[in-house]
């Protein structure tokens, strides 16, 4: 479940902020998520506001049981997007839009680029249906800034083979993450205003640096 980081009151604030983390499995997400959290929540203090972290699948009771389906069970492609979308349907209507109506930051550990570079990219989805069930789901609804963890799939690989069990996406072939990465890529260069990408390949020190500079755009 989504956890709230830090505390701010003021009724008045103007709409909050919406800033997504993405990448391949093994670009080291996870490891940064708590670091950047907290300094991204100093940065929210500054203007009243507080950070709701949160993910996908999942950050709503419902999108928490369907994230124990989608990660488990063998699924056609078509009905796995069609389950990531309805988690996010209720992860947009339940928690997300009201955070940001509220004026509250909200974190999320993947969004819909996800679904793009996963299920478009990785497994062959059609982008146009993918693009369908975005409008549906979202409307205008898009995130201020996404940081796309990028690294080369020979380094995520050595990575997520030294992690626990891989689940079920983690444990794709190499081929898989080579177009689940450059579907994020090519979206990235759709949306540049949209995305900022990080350099995974470095030391933690190397990747908090890129992520500070991220910070001080906010
Ligand atoms: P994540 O929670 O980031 O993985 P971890 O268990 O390492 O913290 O994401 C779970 C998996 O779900 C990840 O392998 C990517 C996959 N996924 C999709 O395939 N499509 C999507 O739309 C989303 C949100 C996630």
Request: glycine share 6%; proline share 4%; hydrophobic share 40%.
């Amino acid at each position: 479940m989504a956890n709230i980081v830090s505390s701010g009151q003021n009724e008045s604030r103007p709409r909050g902020k919406f800033i997504t983390l993405e990448g391949i499995d093994g670009a080291g997400k996870t490891t940064h998520l708590q670091w950047f959290c907290d300094r991204l929540s100093e940065r929210a203090a500054l203007q009243a506001a507080r950070v709701i972290v949160t993910f996908e699948p999942g950050g709503t009771p419902l999108g928490e049981t369907l994230r124990e389906i989608l990660l488990r069970q063998e699924m056609h492609s078509e009905t796995e997007a069609l389950l990531m979308f309805a988690a996010r349907r209720e992860h947009i209507a339940t928690l997300i839009e009201p955070a940001l109506t509220r004026g509250d930051w909200v974190l999320s550990d993947r969004f819909t680029d996800a679904t793009f570079a996963y299920q478009g990219g990785g497994l062959g989805l059609s982008i146009d249906k993918l693009r369908v069930l975005e409008q549906w789901v979202q409307g205008e609804l898009q995130p201020d800034c996404t940081v796309l963890f990028d690294l080369p799939i020979d380094a995520a690989h050595t990575r997520r083979s030294r992690a626990r069990i891989p689940d079920k996406f983690e444990s794709q072939s190499d081929d898989f993450f080579t177009r689940t990465r450059a579907e994020y890529l090519r979206r990235t260069a759709q949306a540049p205003e949209r995305f900022a990408i990080i350099n995974a390949v470095g030391p933690i020190s190397t990747v908090r640096e890129q992520l500070e500079a991220i910070l001080l755009t906010l």
